[in-house]
């Protein structure tokens, strides 16, 4: 690949400013300074370094993110704060998006990824990716909400949920597994129960946990087992209770 496309994907910096910065000598490989934009350069031999800091090599990056509340998931400039802004100038890269969406005042687990082929795989409505959501809860739910989850819920717009699974965890708190990602599905499924969802907090999305060790406001990349769990699609195999199984 040329290193002026090289820097510019792994680095997130616009084609036009690495241009200029490679003639004006601010490119090194393997040592050596390189002038020339077109220069080839292959990802994960050469050593590519670029005003002074090393370009990671090339590859569809997958980053994990501790949401906070107050940050509106979307890529494009919005008064209120953005979840992108969270990721550190190491980790940006162009095209790099969230894989679906969490509500501003939701936290927890948000993935990012380049890959446009995995953000669909993980997002689509066919393929029914599992995610785990904890709620606190205005009150308790009525004695039949789990029934109400496990037969599918219908929403006050006619819209039919997928069965789902309501597991109490104590008083006012419970976990919530879903198959799909309707807007403000949550909030809207325990609004048909009679209840009201005061904190929503995403713990897992198919078999990847939320990383106990990231702060709110985190980021880190998965690792390749992280990344090859998601993409086979497994289950989760632990950190819930036996009670969560249907
Ligand atoms: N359901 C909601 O209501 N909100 C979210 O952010 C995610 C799921």
């Not at 290193?3 to 792994?10: K, L, N, T, W």
């Not at 000598?25 to 040592?31: I, T, Y």
């Not at 993935?111 to 709620?135: I, S």
């Not at 980021?219 to 249907?246: F, I, K, M, N, Y």
Request: include cysteine; glycine fraction near 10%; hydrophobic fraction near 40%.
């Amino acid at each position: 690949m040329r290193i002026d496309r090289y820097i510019s994907q792994g680095t997130g910096t616009p084609r036009s400013h690495v241009w200029t910065g490679v003639r004006a000598g601010q490119a090194l490989v393997n040592g050596v300074e390189v002038r020339d934009p077109a220069k080839q350069v292959t990802s994960g031999v050469d050593e590519v370094v670029f005003r002074g800091k090393p370009v990671r090599p090339f590859g569809h990056r997958v980053l994990m993110l501790h949401k906070p509340v107050g940050h509106v998931c979307t890529t494009e400039e919005m008064a209120a704060p953005n979840v992108m802004s969270l990721v550190p100038p190491d980790l940006q890269a162009r095209d790099l998006a969230p894989i679906g969406r969490l509500d501003k005042d939701t936290t927890g687990l948000l993935l990012l990824t380049t890959d446009g082929g995995l953000n669909h795989a993980l997002t689509h409505p066919r393929r029914h990716v599992e995610k785990a959501y904890v709620a606190t809860l205005q009150a308790d739910l009525p004695a039949d909400a789990e029934d109400h989850f496990a037969v599918g819920i219908v929403l006050p717009d006619g819209t039919r949920c997928l069965p789902a699974v309501l597991e109490r965890m104590g008083p006012k708190l419970v976990r919530i597994r879903l198959h799909e990602g309707k807007f403000h599905q949550v909030k809207r499924m325990v609004a048909v129960c009679g209840g009201l969802v005061l904190t929503l907090h995403r713990e897992r999305i198919g078999g990847l946990w939320l990383d106990p060790n990231l702060p709110p406001g985190g980021v880190r990349e998965l690792t390749a087992d992280e990344v090859a769990l998601l993409r086979s699609g497994e289950p989760a195999d632990q950190g819930e209770t036996d009670a969560a199984e249907p």
